[in-house]
């Protein structure tokens, strides 16, 4: 097989991994999509191939696998056998580049300890994303590592939309509206000139609607505002976290509630959002087929505060000439594209519904003023990317090759 370049999205107990192969004319090719799972509890290691076909699926028991690290090795030992070499680098997903990290990024062990100064800013995420990079960095140190980041796109945020009402000096020890799903952002900005020219330079809103939820507003495909801010907690609502909330209601849980910290964050990471509001569950499809009352007021609630933050990025880019759907629900979830549509219908938003029934690219109306797309996302395919850019800079001796 050609060179490689893995890419890896580390969470809590898994890690997901895509291969892609560095072809002819540097096109990155998908090769294996998957997923090592259960670690610490029923490890397994799971992969399919380009058509979809089985290309692993290995379980462990908890003593053979019980630490990332020996997850790890599972998936190097895989990697060597079924590619024929290791990849010639790494691309890692990694939620929080704080102010400073503005690009991906090769990682040495002096950036390492730089982005863990981050963890307060993402203590959920960022802790699970910087292990691996650690464990290569100390196994396979002439393994090249290239952190992206989900913030870096939105790091050119005017300084009025970056900061909060607070005193300066909360500001300049990094307490700021950063903005996530940067990847997917960027990947939708790159993918608009090919499948949508005519709004590509314009004012686009793009909706980020999966599991975690976001919206970008995008000129002239820079990100200029988000829905999101300090952290994922922020904007739209989401499967398992409210996103926007007064400050005071955690006040309150903490003063009248005896909450701790700890309490409040797991309930707003875990217990909110869709989840919380239905009583039912966190999953759009779930909702979607429910005849309980409580899941069609959720999803009218998540539709109406797209609307809503819809109405406040049209309003931060000076008018609203495209609007994008992306991700898990925002690919597949025609109902909730149209609750969306309808309540932003005053800016002259209109959908087809033969098309957004067929999740079509356009489905906007002729008769719409703003045109709206479903265009998927591929967040890998953008880490893949930025890893192989990274690497063509970087002076590549043939031995790390081996
Ligand atoms: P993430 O990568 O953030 O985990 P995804 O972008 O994969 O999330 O989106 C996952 C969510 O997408 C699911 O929780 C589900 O609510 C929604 N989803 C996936 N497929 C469909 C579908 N066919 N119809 C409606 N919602 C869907």
Redesign the pocket.
Known sequence: MADTILVINAGSSSIKFQLFAIEPGEQLDRRLKGQIEGIGTRPRLFANDANGECAVDQSWTTDEVSELHQALEKLVVFLREYVGSLPVAIGHRVVHGGPEFIEPTLVNSWILDHLLRFVPLAPLHQPNNLAPIRIVLERLPHLLQVACFDTAFHRHHSEIADRYAIPDRFYREGVRRYGFHGLSYEYIALRLPLVAPEIADDRVVVAHL???ASMCALKGGKSIESSMGFTALDGLPM?TRPGQIDAGVVLYLMNEKGMTVKDVEHFLYHDCGLKGLSGIS????DL?TSVDPKAKMALDYFAYRIALFGGMLATALGGIDGLVFT???GE??PTIRQAVADRMSCFGIKLSEVANAKNELCISSESSRVTCYVVPTDEELMIARHTLQVLQKHEMPEERRA
């Open positions: 999966g599991s975690g499967g966190n999953d759009v499809r979607l991700a898990g629900i597949n979830a």
